[in-house]
């Protein structure tokens, strides 16, 4: 019984429409980001918390700002330096190893990934959480610039608190400090967490003939730091060290904050089953429940066909009865059955033990039929040819003619 219940579940004109149903919802359901939008680093954005301001000040200082509106593919322009603000959407591991593909073969990349996210695995660090004490830049011998292993970055020591994010190598414990990084690792800023540990904020690592520079905070990016002019000519300085021949492309990710190229109902769709959690997940779904189907409804043997049973009529019952009694010349079995027939119909307030003591009743009360009786129990006790067989049937018509009313 349960099985049969589950085979009616899972008809094909059950289960598609349900997971037709799912996906549609799953579309229409999923969220476009992991935050609020007004606070995306978007160069689309003219909020304070957009990136829109260093855009237009990167352009206006001669470099050729562009937008990136789809995925990370194979085959990325080698000769370019892409930006990653933060993206709510983050990018998935074939993404991360496209873009740090081009990074090997020549390009640059600045970077800011989210704590715990596939660029972040593979760039062997962590973000820390935000912290509730003020951080302070560890001052340099000029008493203005940030302590570095490098060429020092000027930074304003009013903005200190603006770097808010440390980086810390994986793995990290108490006692790790800037230093620890690997060799290829340069450490640009370091900020001071307490009196005891200093933390790197800003890091710049070598991947082949391209390097990757990692930033722990995101507000010095903010339209709203970026009004300030010190901050403006921070990021100008980490831009410049990653670009400093301004020809070369400069590409903002935009395909992560939510600013894709879907303008189709097929790309929309496209986008909402790929690069959303809730339309990966109705795509799996339905993945599995065609598997599921395909493995209930294909059978490894070739069903049998189903024996029709042709049921007769009570006339054709009654003719192949008689065939059967002819073949075999059974002509008393056949006599008993019809005065058994006439017994059922004509019980005379009796019941006979046999056929012969019912037939010398009928004789004693019905005498006109006295003939047909004899008939009768002459063909009861023994075998009767084709011929003689015939006049049992006219005796059993004279009978029931004469008993009926």
Do not use: C
């Not at 892409?82 to 190893?97: F, G, R």
């Not at 049973?309 to 059955?337: D, K």
Request: charged letters at 25%.
């Amino acid at each position: 019984m349960t099985e049969r219940r589950l085979d009616r579940w899972l008809r094909p004109r059950v289960v598609l429409p349900i997971l037709g149903a799912l996906v549609v919802a799953a579309i229409i359901f999923s969220p476009t980001a992991g935050e609020d939008e007004s606070r995306q680093l978007t160069t689309y954005g003219t909020s304070t918390y957009a990136a829109q301001g260093i855009y237009e000040v990167l352009g206006r200082l001669g470099w050729h700002v562009g937008r990136r509106r789809s995925a990370f593919r194979e085959g990325m322009d080698t000769a370019a330096t892409y930006v990653l603000l933060l993206p709510p959407d983050e990018p998935s591991a074939t993404e991360v190893s496209a873009l740090l593909g081009a990074v090997r073969r020549g390009a640059t990349a600045l970077v800011i990934p989210e704590r715990g996210s596939p660029l972040a695995d593979s760039l062997r660090i962590r973000r820390s959480l935000y912290p509730r004490y003020n951080l302070k830049i560890l001052p340099s011998a000029d008493g203005d610039s940030i302590v570095t292993t490098a060429a020092p970055l000027r930074y304003s020591a009013e903005r200190a608190d603006a770097i808010r994010h440390y980086l810390t190598p994986v793995p990290v414990s108490d006692d790790d400090t800037a230093p620890v990084f690997p060799p290829d690792v340069t450490t640009l800023v370091r900020v001071r967490v307490d009196s005891s540990t200093i933390k790197p904020a800003i890091m710049e690592r070598r991947f082949g003939r391209g390097r990757a520079l990692v930033i722990g905070d995101v507000d010095q990016f903010r339209n709203g730091a970026v009004r300030d002019t010190t901050a403006a000519i921070f990021v100008v300085q980490l831009i410049e060290r990653l670009s400093p021949d301004r020809a070369r492309p400069l590409i903002f990710d935009e395909f992560h904050q939510g600013y894709g190229d879907v303008t189709g109902p097929t790309d929309v769709v496209w986008h909402a089953m790929v690069w959303t959690t809730w339309g990966r997940v109705a795509t799996q779904a339905l993945i599995a429940g065609l598997v599921l189907l395909m493995a209930v409804g294909i059978r490894p043997i070739a069903p049998r066909a189903r024996r029709a049973i042709e049921r007769r009529s009570p006339f054709e019952h009654v003719g192949a009865l008689s065939r059967a009694y002819e073949q075999v010349r059974a002509t008393r079995l056949a006599t008993r059955r019809l005065v058994r027939g006439v017994r059922r119909r004509h019980p005379l307030g009796t019941t006979a033990a046999d056929d012969t003591q019912y037939l010398s009743l009928l004789a004693g009360r019905a005498p006109v039929v006295a003939g047909d009786v004899r008939v009768l129990q002459r063909a009861i006790e023994q075998p009767l040819s084709a011929g003689e067989w015939v006049a049992v049937g006219g005796a059993i018509e004279h009978i029931e003619r004469t008993l009926s009313p």
